[in-house]
């Protein structure tokens, strides 16, 4: 699993130790993984560090100062540093350090700074080094204008390796906002723990391979403000039947899905419950639906009744039910009654009526894209549930932000979907995977996911101890985020299974069920 915390989360277990005066020792410590993973960088890049063309952009907080020490550890080994001033001052310690090792300093502000985009490009090595947790916004001025040269001028596909210091600069380091332009690191080193911006779109794609340098405060950091599931803990968590199961016992799965317009979506739905290991699952529809799901996954029990009729431990509902009112009749038994429930597509407008009438049952998993989580807030918002929603381009600036806005207005779990998911649980649970392939960006992905998704709430609908391997954290309601997660995870590894291709859904089920297989 891993463990993210903000800046604020990370600097109040450094108080103590800054107290103490140990505030230099840590910096050292931070910069010395910071120098070892650009020697390693080096390494791969061109066989040694001597002799390495070495950038470093240094702020002027202490963000630039791991920079510096870490330039000057690098100017030791042999390489050529050179720091760019991005302000008006440095560190003064890690300048003082640099310039002891050799390493020199020219200021962007001063004669030598137009020449500076030029030596970023010609490096072999850039650390960025300007802001940190301390920033307030992105980059600005002379340092933004620096950064625009260099994006502007870097060759498709090459250009200087870039190693952040803690978080790219201009990436918010709790929220993974974008402001302004940033350079797209190869590597981030952060330290004491990932930051959550790390972790979160749209700052993630800029982020790099992740690496986290452990300072010795980790004791003191409070629950982590985001989690990410591994393969490993997907491995470890995910429901499987033992000798005394029987298949009401490991979750039936009710599936309101289709419609005679779309009934494709049910059919994707079903697969996906059945192959992701659902102990049986039952399609509620209209007749033509029923039969083709039939055709289609003969282990499904289609019929024609109402939520109310049936037992289930978990609903999915909404892919392709539209326009059919004995469907839209079925989704709202099934979002005011007490059995958990994935709601998707085209009950997502039903269940957001319902949360502001303060009907939605309890256990609701809300899987929106982007464009359909800025529909719901707008719903949320005339019905005078939330005070602003946000077009989609916004949605998409702070996923995690109005995820978190709509599962407190709705009391469900909100899972937004995109290359990064963001699964936002009502008490402040945060979790993101981004084990997807871009290829799962086709029509009938988000059906698939549902039918995954509904297996595993079904499994621990029953269980409030159903993930309590993973922690303490995962008992009760936030049982149902952390279903949602494994979903997705399991959707993300099944499309990057045997490589990257096309995955049309029904491959994708499939997969699945290969997954969990070697897996799970
Ligand atoms: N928290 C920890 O445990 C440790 C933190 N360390 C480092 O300390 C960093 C935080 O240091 P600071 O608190 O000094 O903060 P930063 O170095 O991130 O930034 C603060 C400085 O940048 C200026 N600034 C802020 N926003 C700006 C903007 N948009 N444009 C231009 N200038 C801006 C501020 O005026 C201030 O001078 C961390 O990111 C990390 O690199 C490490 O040294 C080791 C230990
Ligand atoms: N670029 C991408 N990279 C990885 N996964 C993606 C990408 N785009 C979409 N996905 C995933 O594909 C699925 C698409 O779901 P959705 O938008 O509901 O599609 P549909 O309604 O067509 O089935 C989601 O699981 C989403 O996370
Ligand atoms: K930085």
Redesign the pocket.
Known sequence: MIEAHT?AQ??A??TP?LERGD?PA??R???HGLALACSRRLRERRGKVAGARVVVLA?????????LWAGAELARRGAAVLAVA??D?L?PEGEAALRAAGGRVLSLGGPEGAGAAGRVLAADLVVD?????????????A??ALVQEVLDGLPDGAGPEVVA???P??VG?DTGAV?GPVLPAGTTV???SA?AGLLLPPGEALCGRAVTVP?G?EPALPAPALRRLEPEDVAALWPRPGAGSHKYSRGVVGVVAGSATYPGAALMCTRAAVDAGAGMVRHLGDPETRRLVCLTSPEVVASEDHPTEVHVQAWVVGPGAVGDPAQESRIDAVLTGAVPAVVDAGALGAAARAAADGALGPGKVLTPHAGELAQVLAWLAALGVLEEAPEREGVEAEPARWAAAAAAATGAVVVLKGATTVVAAPGGLLLTQADGSPWLATAGSGDTLAGVMGAVLAACAEHPDAFAAAGSWARGENRFAVAAALAVAVHGQASRLGGLGPVPPTVLAQRVRDVLRARA
């Open positions: 800046g990370v600097r277990a450094e130790f505030g840590l910096m410590r931070a910069a702020g002027t907080g202490n963000n630039g100062g791991d920079g991005t302000g001052r560190h080094a300007v802001l940190g947790t301390g920033a307030r916004g992105g980059l600005r001025g340092a933004a210091c803690d978080v600069s201009g380091a402001h952060s330290f004491g930051k300072l405060l």
